[in-house]
């Protein structure tokens, strides 16, 4: 007889990711059709700005190089498995990538503690951006977590995530890589969905716009016109 836990895996390892596909572009193009103008962070660095620059730095730095070591892994698993074949470089990847885990961690928190202290902040803070804290904070937590916990998680992700990821994008989902990992890292590939399902609706949007300079033009201040009549 096959068992609810079998349905309940299904459900959050073979479905869970189309749904969270399928509601990333939907939602993304009918955002962007009904409502071009609202792609942005809506930023608050007007509001306050040395704590925004403290938070903002780490945490973009950093998710760049661990999702971009993400993409690596995924892209080019043989390669990686290939590298780590030396103890010295799989130390080295292994390092790196917890140190850049870490500066995203602290961003986040640091983004969070700004947002509480603040009542400037607090004001312009909505549902969307604490559901969004509050997903950003697991992912992120649940990732250093199995980082430290889940030794040598560059190569077993390159043998039975990446297989598995493949799995999903080939449409022909094989959830059994996923099965036998720690409640951690099932975590981590859950609430990854849950991310991308709710990116639509979130302040996330905004790297999708392209040219993207954030990280080479010079510094800006960004103030909203809000004013009477404006319509914004
Ligand atoms: C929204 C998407 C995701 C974000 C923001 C994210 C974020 C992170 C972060 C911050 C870390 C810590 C990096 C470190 O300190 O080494 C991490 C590690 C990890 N993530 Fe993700 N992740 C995402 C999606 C996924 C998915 C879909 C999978 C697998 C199917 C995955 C598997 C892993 C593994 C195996 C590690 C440990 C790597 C190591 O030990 O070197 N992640 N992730």
Redesign the pocket.
Same mark, same amino acid.
């Given at each position: 007889m096959v068992s609810a836990q079998h349905y309940f895996d299904q459900l959050m390892f073979g479905v869970a990711p189309y749904l969270a596909l399928i509601t990333f572009f939907l939602g993304t193009i009918q955002r962007y059709r009904a409502q071009a103008f609202s792609y942005s962070s809506l930023s608050s660095q007007f509001l306050e700005n040395k704590r925004h620059f403290w938070g903002m730095v780490p945490l973009h730095y950093?998710?760049l190089v $661990?999702?971009g !070591?993400?993409v690596v892994a995924f892209m080019f698993p043989r390669e990686v498995l290939a590298w780590n074949g030396h103890p010295i470089r799989l130390y080295i990847?292994?390092i790196s990538?917890?140190?850049?885990?870490?500066l995203?961690?602290l961003g986040l928190v640091m983004a969070l503690v700004r947002r509480l202290v603040y009542r400037k902040i607090r004001t312009v803070t909505s549902l969307a951006d604490i559901v969004l804290y509050a997903l950003?904070l697991v992912? $992120?937590g649940? !990732?250093?977590y199995?980082?430290?916990m889940?030794?040598?998680?560059?190569s077993?992700?390159a043998a039975s995530?990446t297989p598995?990821?493949w799995s999903i994008v080939t449409l022909d989902p094989d959830i059994s890589y996923?099965l036998a990992m720690p409640f951690a890292?099932k975590l981590?590939?859950v609430?990854?969905?849950l991310?991308?399902g709710f990116f639509p609706f979130t302040r996330l949007v905004h790297v999708l716009v392209i040219p993207n300079p954030y990280l080479w033009r010079k510094p800006q201040v960004v103030r909203w016109n809000r004013g009477p009549g404006s319509g914004a």
């Open positions: 950093g998710i $661990v999702l !070591g993400h990847l292994e990538a917890l140190v850049f885990g870490l995203t961690l950003l992912q $992120v649940s !990732g250093v199995v980082a430290v889940c030794s040598w998680g560059s077993w992700f995530a598995y990821l996923v890292v981590h590939i609430n990854a969905f991310v991308i």
